[in-house]
């Protein structure tokens, strides 16, 4: 307990400060609300329903595009390793795919799937996907020959080795590409909704800043990022699980 | 030994016409794909099993870039999107380098930076974009701060963790040499830590430009995030799919800018060749 609060003393500081200087007037009230009006604002929003209805918007629409990202991304990723036809059709299209920047796809989504929920859920899909694919390559290409041969000689089946060698030996890289698509997703979310949207946290902090309501919005925008880093924390958690059996 | 015996001299590459033909075909094979999807776009939109509005032909796409690039509009938006974000990238990069060995170097800084990056880094910092408006306006210093924001932690994180684990050995020797505090900075620290902090900054290369697109595209004006958009309000979908194959060849040239670099830069170390990432 007493080592969290040595470690994480520098962020009371940065709060402190914050408090101090709206406190002290040293800036506008109209740039940097003060921390507990911040507060209050969160409290209000929270309290009137706003921020759960679009939060939850917002998370379904991430989870959504995430989950799709993750099984056609590890999919078509060790399909990729292990048929060669695949690998010569797909490498050359996820290599120049790969490096745009997926926010040039958000007004291509919105001209094809309009304002609501299906223009975000492909979007992070479509852009989180690539992390995915190229890892979960990555790792099963990676997979020591000599496992699949031993596991062949043994008298597994193809698919049996793809599954019980090949999957296991691509899961740590593939593991960690999923955390680059957790984090991207978080960013297209927030981005595309910040853009053009109805509903959810970018929505929000859109409408709230307009109507200069910069408590409640300075309230959406810390809630949005603690939400970013506690789901990193959380798969990291997770990942130590899944992986435990590797020590 | 004599300077004619040519021991150590290089053989002459022998031009190897079966080498040279499959790595033609490999390449062939390799574009083959991308032409297929060309070729079917062109077709989807000319058979009208898409209407032009959800799908433009190709080349009406690529007539309107060239227009674009006639009247100056492309140049303009180019230059103006890579100049905010290289400029941020640079910034990120030269700031993240640096406080990434301070932190290595001088606990106290460490013990502060500590807790703030690592709950910094996987923030979705875009958020902070219309709090960045509100403090810097809407022009090049809150696109750019934007940039630097977003892309400054994988630098800091990369150049930490390359800085801690350069060996102790050389450094020892180095010292025990008499190295200054600067020669060991200079000569031992910057180059061991090299082959990772150029990862750190490979990364935060594309996450620059993302978020230089989204900035534009959120507050208008030139660029070509902003040209993209603002297409895409009038339903001139031409021109939103012009703004996209821009985007991705301006992002596709940046990605393997950075990675030739890596290979000059790296000439002298062992890697065989670069991180399997991009």
Do not use: C
């Amino acid at each position: 307990m007493s080592a969290a609060l040595t470690r994480y003393f520098p962020l009371l500081l940065l709060a402190a400060t914050w408090e101090a200087v709206t406190r002290l007037g040293l800036v506008p009230a109209s740039a940097l609300p003060s921390l507990d009006k911040v507060a209050s604002a969160w409290y209000g929003l929270a309290a009137g329903g706003d921020l759960w209805t679009n939060g939850v918007s917002s998370m379904t629409r991430g989870a959504a595009g995430l989950a799709l990202a993750i099984v056609f991304g590890s999919l078509i990723g060790v399909l990729m390793a292990w048929y060669k036809p695949v690998h010569v059709v797909v490498n050359p299209v996820v290599q120049f795919f790969y490096p745009m920047p997926k926010s040039a796809l958000i007004p291509v989504m919105v001209l094809w799937l309009g304002f609501g929920d299906a223009s975000k859920v492909v979007l992070i899909f479509v852009g989180a996907m690539l992390p995915v694919t190229l890892s979960a390559y990555n790792g099963a290409r990676g997979t020591d020959q000599v496992l699949i041969w031993s596991a062949r000689s043994m008298g597994a089946s193809r698919l049996r080795v793809l599954w019980e060698v090949v999957v296991p030996s691509a899961l740590p890289e593939l593991l960690s590409g999923i955390r680059t698509a957790l984090a991207l997703s978080f960013v297209l979310l927030v981005a595309s909704e910040l853009i053009v949207a109805r509903s959810g946290f970018g929505y929000m902090i859109g409408w709230l800043g307009d109507g200069g309501a910069y408590d409640a919005m300075f309230a959406v925008v810390l809630t949005v990022a603690f939400l970013g880093f506690v789901a990193d924390r959380l798969y990291l958690m997770l990942v130590a699980r899944v992986l435990a059996w590797r020590e | 030994m004599s300077a004619d015996t040519p021991i150590l001299a290089p053989a002459a590459p022998a031009l190897r016409l079966d080498r040279l033909a499959a790595g033609l075909t490999q390449r062939a094979a390799g574009t083959l794909p991308l032409i297929v999807l060309v070729v079917a776009w062109e077709g989807l939109a000319r058979a009208h099993i898409l209407s032009t509005f959800l799908l433009p032909p190709l080349s009406t796409v690529l007539e309107r870039i060239w227009d674009d690039a006639l009247s100056g509009d492309l140049a303009l938006n180019l230059g103006v999107t890579l100049y905010r974000a290289l400029a941020g990238f640079a910034i990120a990069a030269i700031a993240g380098v640096a406080l990434g060995i301070v932190m290595a170097r001088n606990a106290a800084v460490r013990w502060f930076f500590d807790p703030i990056v690592s709950v910094a880094f996987p923030m979705p910092k875009i958020a902070f974009l219309p709090i960045f408006m509100l403090w810097l306006g809407l022009y090049d210093v809150s696109k750019i701060s934007m940039v630097v924001f977003n892309a400054i932690f994988p630098v800091i994180t990369a150049t930490l963790a390359a800085a801690e684990g350069v060996d102790s050995y050389l450094l020892w020797s180095a010292r025990s040499l008499g190295a200054s505090a600067r020669q060991l900075l200079r000569e031992i620290i910057l180059p061991a830590a090299m082959p990772q902090v150029l990862t750190g900054l490979q990364v935060a290369l594309p996450i620059a430009m993302i978020v230089e697109i989204v900035t534009e595209m959120l507050m208008g004006g030139t660029g070509l995030g902003g040209a993209m958009i603002q297409a895409s309000r009038f339903a001139d979908s031409a021109g939103v799919f012009a703004g996209i194959i821009e985007i991705a060849v301006a992002g596709l040239a940046l990605v393997k800018g950075i990675s030739m670099v890596r290979r000059h830069l790296l000439v002298w170390h062992q890697e065989a060749e670069d991180p399997t990432t991009v």
